[in-house]
């Protein structure tokens, strides 16, 4: 521990408000990889209680609230009834796990999180079946993400396995906000701030993970309307060594103003460039992916690879397992997916695009997210010209149209899985 840290804890424990809270010598705290999931695992006798099921307390609300309409539903804006919120200390460990009435927060002003941005959440989506069963989409993913973020900004990691064990039995006691429709679902909002109460820059003596629910229906709900992006060369997302490849909200907000800046010139999202040669990495929140058609007639799927800058995002790894499989395993193809696809996480430039949409080997280009899903484009806007992208008559392509199919009816339940996994 370096002296300005020691110094700031003593401080801290002198000023607490709690008299019979004592300071401690922490015994040497490791990350490892265990079961899919990132673990807070302590040496010695002084280990940290870890996020436990069986101490959950429920709360249940007095007032329970009438679901709105799915047609009205807008995304991130209605909640659920309930909540879920597990305190962390950093003499405890992580304390008893509330599921409770939905509402503020209490905080001090002085928390970390409000002055250094000290938060990490994740997004997933809950799924009602035609047979009444409610299944989670890949969320052992979303929990390994969201140890490796806490992870790089000092914020403490937990039991991926029982934290979502605690947000199944939350989704369950909401279970009749999640829309019948077709195309709707519950968004699931995971976030972990830093609560310590005071001013300074350092790993937080106290945190808080807290869930909330979201009832939401289709991103597209009249149908695919493909994007125009702007390609950015003002502003950058992400740089090598940074935080570009962790979901913090520190990510997000410097996002904003270009993509106001890109709205009041006619584009919908922004394209992130990087570096002089203009490699494409992101599209807005997005993970992006290119198509290309080979000299032989095949098909190059082609996505930036994962190398600092880019999330590794859920949907992101999802289409690159499909289109891996369909490739390589005649019994795991996929229906309308043309058989010779050659799939490639591999740098991108501007230049290539530009040209492969000149000489007309450029197929189509796509988002990939937890909100949409699937995001066509059709142009990009880039050093003061249009460059144009083909899309087809319902707005997707050739290989994004198959494997967006095949990745809803998974997530619905038309189609078994794996992947679906059941509340």
């Not at 265990?34 to 429920?58: H, Q, W």
């Not at 879920?84 to 405890?92: K, N, R």
């Not at 509330?98 to 928390?111: A, D, H, K, T, V």
């Not at 891996?324 to 395993?329: A, D, G, K, M, P």
Request: hydrophobic letters at 35%; glycine letters at 8%.
């Amino acid at each position: 521990m370096s002296l300005s840290l020691l110094r700031s804890t003593l401080r801290s424990a002198r000023s607490s408000r709690h008299p019979s809270l004592r300071l401690v010598t922490p015994a040497p705290v490791t990350i490892t990889l265990r079961d899919n999931a990132l673990r807070f695992m302590s040496s010695g006798s002084g280990k940290l209680a870890d996020i436990d099921p069986s101490r959950v307390e429920v709360i249940q609300t007095t007032k329970p609230g009438v679901p709105p309409p799915s047609a009205s539903l807008k995304f991130g804006h209605t909640f659920t009834d309930h909540m879920l919120t597990i305190p962390w200390d950093v003499v405890s460990g992580w304390g008893v796990p509330r599921i409770q009435p939905y509402g503020p927060l209490e905080l001090e002003p002085s928390c970390t999180v409000l002055h250094y941005a000290q938060t990490i959440f994740e997004g997933m989506k809950a799924y009602r079946h035609d047979d009444g069963r409610v299944t989670l989409f890949r969320p052992d993913m979303n929990m390994k993400r969201m140890n490796t973020s806490a992870a790089r900004i000092a914020l403490p990691t937990f039991d991926g396995e029982a934290l979502l064990e605690i947000i199944k039995q939350l989704i369950r006691i909401d279970k009749s906000w999640i829309p019948k429709e077709p195309g709707h679902s519950l968004y699931v909002r995971p976030t972990l701030i830093g609560t310590q109460k005071a001013v300074g820059v350092g790993p937080p003596n106290e945190a808080l993970l807290f869930v909330i629910l979201s009832p939401v229906g289709p991103y597209y709900p009249n149908g695919f309307k493909p994007v125009s992006l702007y390609g950015t060369t003002e502003y950058v997302r992400a740089v090598p060594g940074g935080t570009g490849a962790y979901k913090l909200g520190v990510n997000y907000a410097p996002g904003i103003l270009p993509q106001k800046e890109a709205a009041e010139l006619g584009y919908a999202q922004n394209l992130w460039l990087h570096g002089p040669e203009h490699y494409l990495t992101e599209v807005g929140t997005m993970n992006l992916f290119t198509v290309f058609k080979k000299a032989d007639g095949s098909y190059e799927l082609v996505t930036p690879p994962l190398d600092g800058m880019i999330l590794p995002g859920v949907t992101r790894d999802s289409v690159l397992a499909l289109a891996r499989q369909h490739s390589s395993s005649p019994t795991s193809a996929i229906p309308d997916l043309p058989p010779k696809l050659t799939v490639s996480e591999r740098p991108v430039t501007m230049s290539e695009v530009k040209e492969a949409s000149k000489n007309g080997t450029l197929v189509e280009m796509f988002g990939a997210g937890t909100a949409a899903v699937i995001s066509p484009v059709d142009r990009i806007g880039y050093l003061g010209e249009d460059v144009h992208i083909p899309t087809g008559e319902d707005g997707m392509g050739p290989i994004s149209r198959p494997i967006w199919k095949e990745l809803v009816g998974r997530q619905t339940g038309d189609i078994k899985s794996e992947w679906s996994v059941e509340v």
